[in-house]
Protein backbone atom coordinates (compact mmCIF):
# COMPACT_ATOMS: atom_id res chain seq x y z
CA UNK A 1 0.00 0.00 0.00
CA UNK A 2 1.48 3.50 -0.94
CA UNK A 3 1.85 6.24 1.43
CA UNK A 4 2.45 9.62 1.29
CA UNK A 5 2.82 11.59 4.38
CA UNK A 6 3.53 15.20 3.38
CA UNK A 7 4.60 18.01 6.55
CA UNK A 8 5.84 21.14 6.75
CA UNK A 9 3.32 23.45 6.44
CA UNK A 10 2.54 26.37 8.68
CA UNK A 11 1.56 30.18 8.17
CA UNK A 12 4.51 32.96 6.99
CA UNK A 13 4.73 36.28 6.99
CA UNK A 14 5.50 37.56 2.84
CA UNK A 15 8.88 36.91 1.89
CA UNK A 16 9.97 34.35 4.27
CA UNK A 17 10.35 30.81 3.25
CA UNK A 18 9.24 26.81 4.00
CA UNK A 19 10.48 23.44 3.37
CA UNK A 20 7.57 20.85 2.60
CA UNK A 21 8.37 17.26 3.31
CA UNK A 22 6.79 14.29 1.65
CA UNK A 23 7.69 10.71 2.74
CA UNK A 24 7.00 8.13 0.45
CA UNK A 25 6.67 4.15 1.05
CA UNK A 26 5.21 0.91 0.15
CA UNK A 27 6.77 0.29 -3.03
CA UNK A 28 9.56 1.56 -5.79
CA UNK A 29 9.74 4.60 -7.11
CA UNK A 30 12.64 4.27 -8.84
CA UNK A 31 10.32 4.53 -12.21
CA UNK A 32 8.34 7.44 -11.11
CA UNK A 33 7.82 11.11 -10.92
CA UNK A 34 6.84 12.46 -7.41
CA UNK A 35 4.97 15.83 -7.84
CA UNK A 36 3.96 19.12 -5.26
CA UNK A 37 0.30 20.28 -6.31
CA UNK A 38 -2.01 23.13 -4.36
CA UNK A 39 -5.28 24.08 -4.01
CA UNK A 40 -6.48 27.70 -2.89
CA UNK A 41 -9.61 27.83 -1.41
CA UNK A 42 -12.51 28.65 -4.17
CA UNK A 43 -9.60 27.06 -7.43
CA UNK A 44 -8.87 24.39 -9.04
CA UNK A 45 -5.73 22.22 -7.77
CA UNK A 46 -3.06 22.78 -9.64
CA UNK A 47 0.48 21.53 -10.59
CA UNK A 48 3.64 22.97 -8.56
CA UNK A 49 6.57 21.00 -9.09
CA UNK A 50 7.48 17.83 -10.15
CA UNK A 51 11.22 15.26 -10.03
CA UNK A 52 11.92 12.58 -11.78
CA UNK A 53 12.96 10.20 -9.11
CA UNK A 54 15.34 8.14 -10.65
CA UNK A 55 17.31 10.53 -13.28
CA UNK A 56 16.72 13.74 -11.17
CA UNK A 57 14.76 16.11 -14.36
CA UNK A 58 12.50 18.69 -12.37
CA UNK A 59 9.35 20.50 -13.89
CA UNK A 60 7.85 24.22 -12.21
CA UNK A 61 5.18 25.98 -12.70
CA UNK A 62 6.25 29.21 -14.11
CA UNK A 63 4.38 30.65 -11.21
CA UNK A 64 7.37 29.46 -8.65
CA UNK A 65 10.34 29.07 -11.12
CA UNK A 66 12.84 30.94 -9.49
CA UNK A 67 11.62 30.67 -5.99
CA UNK A 68 10.72 27.04 -5.72
CA UNK A 69 13.00 24.48 -5.84
CA UNK A 70 11.90 20.28 -5.37
CA UNK A 71 14.73 17.69 -4.55
CA UNK A 72 15.13 14.45 -3.15
CA UNK A 73 16.66 12.17 -0.93
CA UNK A 74 16.47 8.37 -2.34
CA UNK A 75 18.15 6.94 0.84
CA UNK A 76 14.97 8.29 3.29
CA UNK A 77 12.62 8.17 0.26
CA UNK A 78 11.39 12.15 0.96
CA UNK A 79 10.47 14.84 -1.73
CA UNK A 80 11.51 18.44 -0.33
CA UNK A 81 9.99 21.53 -1.55
CA UNK A 82 12.03 24.24 -0.41
CA UNK A 83 9.67 27.37 -1.19
CA UNK A 84 11.15 30.89 -1.07
CA UNK A 85 9.99 34.57 -1.31
CA UNK A 86 6.58 33.02 -0.53
CA UNK A 87 3.73 35.37 -1.27
CA UNK A 88 0.41 35.53 -0.12
CA UNK A 89 -0.80 34.00 -3.72
CA UNK A 90 1.24 30.67 -2.62
CA UNK A 91 -1.46 30.53 0.56
CA UNK A 92 -2.99 26.91 -0.43
CA UNK A 93 -3.04 23.38 0.68
CA UNK A 94 0.17 21.25 -0.55
CA UNK A 95 -0.14 17.88 -2.03
CA UNK A 96 2.37 15.63 -2.61
CA UNK A 97 1.75 12.90 -5.34
CA UNK A 98 3.49 9.52 -7.25
CA UNK A 99 2.89 8.17 -10.64
CA UNK A 100 4.83 8.22 -14.10
CA UNK A 101 5.90 11.23 -14.99
CA UNK A 102 3.80 11.73 -17.58
CA UNK A 103 0.81 11.37 -15.20
CA UNK A 104 2.32 13.62 -12.39
CA UNK A 105 2.81 16.38 -15.14
CA UNK A 106 -0.77 16.38 -16.38
CA UNK A 107 -2.21 16.00 -12.61
CA UNK A 108 -3.69 12.65 -14.03
CA UNK A 109 -2.70 10.24 -10.62
CA UNK A 110 -4.19 7.58 -9.11
CA UNK A 111 -6.12 8.41 -5.84
CA UNK A 112 -4.12 6.47 -3.65
CA UNK A 113 -1.33 7.90 -5.07
CA UNK A 114 -1.78 11.51 -2.94
CA UNK A 115 -0.59 12.41 0.23
CA UNK A 116 -3.43 14.02 2.90
CA UNK A 117 -2.10 17.75 2.42
CA UNK A 118 -0.13 20.05 4.27
CA UNK A 119 -1.65 24.16 4.75
CA UNK A 120 0.74 26.97 3.26
CA UNK A 121 -0.44 30.36 4.50
CA UNK A 122 1.34 33.36 3.47
CA UNK A 123 -0.18 36.88 5.28
CA UNK A 124 1.35 40.14 3.78
Known amino acids: QVQLVGSGGGLVQAGASLRLSCAASGRTFSSYAMGWFRQAPGKEREFVAA????????YYADSVKGRFTISRDSAKNTVYLQMNSLQPEDTAVYYC?????????????????WGQGTQVTVSS
Open 51 to 58: INWSVGNT
Open 97 to 113: AAGPVRSVLAGTIKDDY
